[in-house]
């Protein structure tokens, strides 16, 4: 470790700059261009022309879209591989995602149970809450 | 630290050591990045919490309007485009970086900057008009999630608008010197990481608003 660090030092200081993170090609930025605009279209038309009659099928559709399209501007547009800073970036990552999936799901999960269990409110009730 | 680079260069016979002796020497800047992929994780984190919230209070109308009758999805699809113009614009910027050009590099820094404004623009717009319309933050949990939510990423794009003008100027002083490398990309990063954030919110608030 110690002899290895020393040797490699001085292309190190070079390239300071350029290990963290590689920053992609004119082509990769295009690609995540297109399939972004492609990506973030079709789910706008979906919604404005109500294309799909089915409500669930568009809200499935329309999801899935924007999971892809997250995926897209993290590979091309943040350069998100597993090699970038030697895994830690992608580690940090992942344990984020699993955080949010388990937050977000358990938040909807449980306050969707305790909505269903709560007595039914009229429109007029709820206007006369403090 | 001079007399082991002096070693390591000779090559002389001299036992390899394979503990860390002192404190070796790191390059400025060099764990920057890292550290700012772990400063977006968090903000993720925020962001995170803001869709629950939203999730679980998006059916609370207090029977104030809905999802339906305040969006205007032709003008979410404008701040759209805008938002993802400025991502690849500034894309452009970090290629004009690579290629050395502080010159192009600031101009699409300008350009990025000029869609981000627009952005802002719309979206304070579209504030104002709900607000005229009786559909403020106090109107219901409804309305305060979705304010939250939306302010809170137009609030960091306003905050990224006013890094990009520093940074323009940084360049401009001191061209593409390494230290203003960096914080093109982290800027890089910020902006981008703001356009995935944008992506749920177009899809969560506005489209599946809009669907339910």
Known sequence: MSTDTHAGHGHHDDHA?????????????????????????????????GALPDKAVTIAVVLAMAAVQIVVHMIYFLHMSPKVEAGWSMLALVFTVMVIVIALSGSIWVMYHLNANMMPMSAEQMRDMP | MSTKVVNAQAGTGEAPVFYLRDEHEHPEGASTMLGFWMYLMSDCLIFAMLFATYAVLSGNYAAGP????????????VNTTM??????????????????????????????AIFGLCFVGIELSEF???????????????????????????????????????????VRKHGLIPANRRRLICLSMFWHFLDVIWIGVFTVVYLMGVLR
Do not use: C, N
């Open chain 1, 17 to 49: 700059h350029d290990d963290g993170a590689a920053h992609g090609t004119l082509r990769s930025y295009a690609t995540g261009f297109v399939l972004s605009v492609i990506l973030t279209a079709i789910p706008f038309w979906l919604v404005m022309s």
């Open chain 2, 66 to 77: 809905t999802p339906k009758d305040i969006f205007e999805l032709p003008l979410v699809a």
């Open chain 2, 83 to 112: 938002l993802l113009l400025s991502s690849i614009t500034y894309g452009f910027a970090i290629l004009a970086m690579q290629k050395g050009s502080a010159k192009q590099t600031q101009i699409w820094m300008v350009v990025t």
């Open chain 2, 128 to 170: 104002a008009h709900l607000i005229a319309d009786g559909a403020t933050p106090q109107r219901s949990a409804f309305l305060s999630s979705f304010f939250t939510l939306v302010a809170t990423h137009g609030l960091h794009v306003s905050f990224g608008l006013l890094w990009m003008v520093v940074l323009f100027f940084q």
